[in-house]
């Protein structure tokens, strides 16, 4: 069975950090893209940023591009997003998602099949 557990969510002031984390475990592909998702109140989810397991290429929306970081550690099964810069419209529910074997990173929700249940990132001016 996979699971995949997000941690790091929290308040922050316009301009902070934050560090998501995403424990994966159960998921015996070894090509696949790691992705986060995010959800604000009312809007539909999108895609944030995106690592393929083998090879590591990695992708994100233009609207982090510069301020957040994606990262895997295959030894540990975990992924990380490093959010720097944050913005208040950066608050949203933040999701870790797996996607199918053999598929590379993309920004559609429908490419994942595994999804965590999410941790809030609120940013404040």
């Known amino acids: 069975q996979v699971q995949l557990v997000e941690s790091g969510g929290g308040s922050v002031q316009t301009g902070g950090s934050l560090r998501l984390s995403c424990a994966a475990s159960?998921?015996?592909?070894?090509?696949?893209?790691m992705a986060w998702f995010r959800q604000a109140p009312g809007k539909e989810r999108e895609g944030v940023a995106g690592?393929?397991?083998?090879?590591?290429?990695?992708y994100y929306a233009d609207s982090v591009k510069g301020r957040f970081t994606i990262s895997q550690d295959n030894a540990k099964n975990t992924l990380s997003l490093q959010m720097n810069s944050l913005k208040p419209e950066d608050t949203a529910m933040y999701y870790c998602?797996?996607?199918?074997?053999?598929?590379?990173?993309?920004?559609?929700?429908?490419?994942?099949?595994?999804w965590g249940r999410g941790t809030q990132v609120t940013v404040s001016s």
């Open positions: 998602a797996a996607g199918f074997p053999w598929l590379h990173c993309s920004g559609h929700s429908r490419d994942f099949r595994y």
């Open positions: 159960g998921y015996t592909g070894s090509s696949y893209c």
């Open positions: 690592i393929y397991t083998a090879g590591g290429s990695t």
